[in-house]
């Protein structure tokens, strides 16, 4: 029974409208690639601390991924949930634009 | 349309203005991430295909790493065509970039590898392989190269890529090392089989060493037997000496027998002296300190003086004397030591005449022309007991006679031969003996032939002169300087006829005194050897105030540097000890004549 509980908090938190699935389509080991993996990475530990899931592709390795997402440039970051979709594109240095695309406010004052 | 569905419719196109307002700030983010260069590829749908573009600044570290590493990059296509290379290839190969795009890699690898090669590259267009080849370069080096293939994905220039590593130095290293080891092993080889020379060698001289330790051993019995047989042979003549004497002193005898006595003591005396003057020629000969001196010389006449000396022995042993002339009378003179080629002479009669009791002995002479330089051989035959085969090389050594216990009983101390090979030795020939035990010997030897024309030969004299006082002009007066009594005594002796007063001084000082007090004196006889004040310093003094009396040095040293110092220090003659009457009496005549 104990499964079924956690299951349901699983699901509980990750239907909840604070947790973000995100996912960063880079091209290798680019430059803007790596730096735009390393640019998330820092902002979601300091805004979505603990409720995030950050999912790298790499579209040299998986080119049929872009399909679909509608993905015109590498690196893109997209905002999978909470609905609605967002996409920011660069290598997420503007933290600023990066938190307007993922429906987040500035920390005010830092 | 009520109030509540205006709002509701109002609210949905908000939200939609909303939204669209957002998908335009997305857009624009997009084109200004371009332009910012914040993105490095760019995706392209094509016929429902998704293809990615990489744009150029993002390969950008990518080519400087392959163009700057140390490494040979290459691609190659499908065929094996070299379709792209890094500077570093490049520089590796030595081949212009312009020849070498375009053209087939297994053209570059030597031919014992090219099919090493075509199987790398095969794997290589499908999966990652490594292995080592050699490649002929521009300047036609064979370099190794450590080839890593990695196939490459498609729709990029090249089918497969090679990187390249130079791995020359370090093959030559090893090719070094592995000579290096070979030439250690080499020198190991050659090392080893020098110390076992070496101590081949060493056991060699191992051998040597022993058998120089038996000679010396042979040489010390040789030495030993020496000094036994000398002991006798110094004692037999000593005692009768001795011997003799006693009779001489104790008895009343007529004066017949007292002559016969004094005849025995005489040749014990001549016997003693002769075994010592052959010692004393054989350490000189030994010691270098004989000079050769040549001079015109003619054989003939040496053989008849020969003759002429030992005829009167040989008859008494009732033998004869033969003489074989080998040569023209006109090609006997040479030019030799006359006085070496004598003592050879008459050391070889001596022995033939001591060791025969019957039949001839033959002296004879000839010439050896077949040789670059022409030799002189002399023979000297007897047909007395021989030599056994296997002493005729060892009797010309010193100390050796043949062995003598059961055979003969014959005086000598077997230093005859030693000084003949000296001798003959010192004038450059050789000396050899032919014999068959019990049937008589032959002597051979050889000295240089070197004809001269002068004929004028000086006759040995060793005569005795009866008309000595004949001849000289006056009686002497005579001063003996003599530290031993009985050498005074003796020389007293024999210039007694001549003189008509001896004195006697028994040290230099007492000589210097005597003569300063008779200046009359005409002759000195000047012992070498005396303490405090020698002969020489003695006649050096004598000569400061008297530059007229005959000194005549006398002493038992037969060293030519004692008749030169005698010389040098005033003395006009040199005589060796003991004084024989002939010899002086030779000198008196040469002195004493001449003034009158």
Known sequence: MKATTLKFEENTIESSRDYYRLRLFVTGSTPNSVRAIANIKKICEEYLNGRYELDVVDLYEKPNLAKGEQIMAAPTLIKKHPLPLRRVIGNMSNTERVLFGLDLKPKSGI | ?596
């Open chain 2, 1 to 596: 349309m009520t109030m509540q569905t205006i709002i509701k419719s109002e609210k949905r196109l908000l939200h939609k203005n909303e939204e669209l307002r957002h998908r335009l700030k997305e857009a624009e983010d997009t084109l200004n991430a371009i332009r910012n260069g914040e993105v490095d590829s760019i995706v392209v749908s094509h016929n429902g295909n998704d293809k990615i573009f990489t744009l150029v600044s993002a390969e950008t570290p990518y080519r400087v790493i392959v163009e700057q590493m140390n490494e040979g990059a290459i691609t190659l296509s499908a065929e094996g065509v070299i379709v792209y290379c890094n500077q570093r290839f490049l520089k590796l190969i030595a081949i212009p970039h312009k020849k070498i795009l375009g053209s087939y890699f297994s053209d570059l690898v030597v031919e014992e590898d090219k099919a090493k090669f075509r199987i790398l590259f095969q794997h290589g267009l499908t999966r990652k392989i490594d292995g080592m080849i050699r490649c002929i370069t521009g300047d036609v080096q064979t370099i190794y190269l450590n080839l890593l293939l990695s196939p490459l994905p498609p729709e990029i220039l090249g089918d497969t890529c090679i990187v390249a590593s130079d791995i020359s130095k370090l093959k030559h290293k090893e090719e070094e090392l592995s000579r290096s080891n070979e030439t250690l092993e080499q020198r190991v080889i050659e090392r080893t089989s020098k110390l076992t020379r070496a101590l081949e060698e060493l056991s060699i001289s191992n051998e040597n060493l022993i058998v120089a330790k038996l000679k010396a051993e042979e040489s010390d019995r040789q030495k030993s037997a020496f000094l036994a047989n000398m002991s006798h042979e110094i004692r037999t003549p000593m005692n009768a000496i001795l011997g003799f004497t006693e009779l001489l002193k104790k008895h009343q005898l007529p004066v017949e027998r007292q002559q016969r006595y004094i005849t025995m003591i005489e040749k014990g005396g001549e016997r003693l002296l002769n075994i010592i003057n052959d010692l004393i020629d054989l350490s000189k000969i030994e010691a270098g300190q004989l000079k050769v001196n040549l001079e015109s010389c003619n054989i003939k006449e040496q053989v008849e003086y020969i003759y002429t000396f030992f005829k009167p022995e040989v008859d008494q042993k009732k033998m004869e004397i033969i003489i074989h002339k080998g040569l023209p009378e006109k090609d006997t003179t040479i030019l030799t030591d006359r006085e070496k080629v004598l003592a050879i002479l008459s050391n070889l009669v001596k022995n033939a005449i001591k060791y025969s009791d019957k039949g001839a002995i033959e002296i004879g002479y000839y010439i050896k022309r077949d040789s670059i330089t022409p030799e002189m051989i002399f023979f000297v035959k007897d047909a007395g007991i021989g030599i056994p085969q296997e002493n005729l090389e060892s009797i010309f050594n010193r100390f050796e006679q043949v062995d003598n216990s059961h055979v003969r009983h014959c005086e000598g101390v077997g230093l005859g031969l030693s000084i003949v090979k000296g001798y003959v030795e010192m004038l450059g020939g050789k000396v050899w003996a032919e014999s068959e035990f019990g049937n008589g010997s032959t002597f051979y030897f050889t000295i240089p032939y070197n004809r001269t024309e002068s004929g004028e030969i000086k006759i040995p004299s060793d005569i005795v002169s009866a008309e000595v006082t004949a001849k000289i002009r006056k009686k002497l007066k005579i001063l003996i300087v003599e530290d031993d009594e009985s050498s005074a005594m003796l020389q007293a002796e024999i210039v007694e006829k001549q003189s008509r007063e001896v004195m006697f001084a028994v040290n230099g000082y007492m000589a210097v005194s005597i003569l300063k007090k008779n200046p009359d004196t005409d002759l000195v006889l000047m012992d070498i050897n005396m303490p405090f004040m020698n002969g020489f310093e003695t006649t050096r003094q004598i000569r400061v105030f008297n530059k007229d009396v005959i000194i005549i040095a006398q002493s038992v040293h037969v060293f030519d540097s004692d008749r030169e110092k005698s010389l040098e220090s005033g003395c006009d003659a040199f005589m060796v000890k003991p004084l024989k009457r002939a010899l002086l009496n030779e000198m008196l005549i040469k002195y004493f004549s001449k003034k009158g």
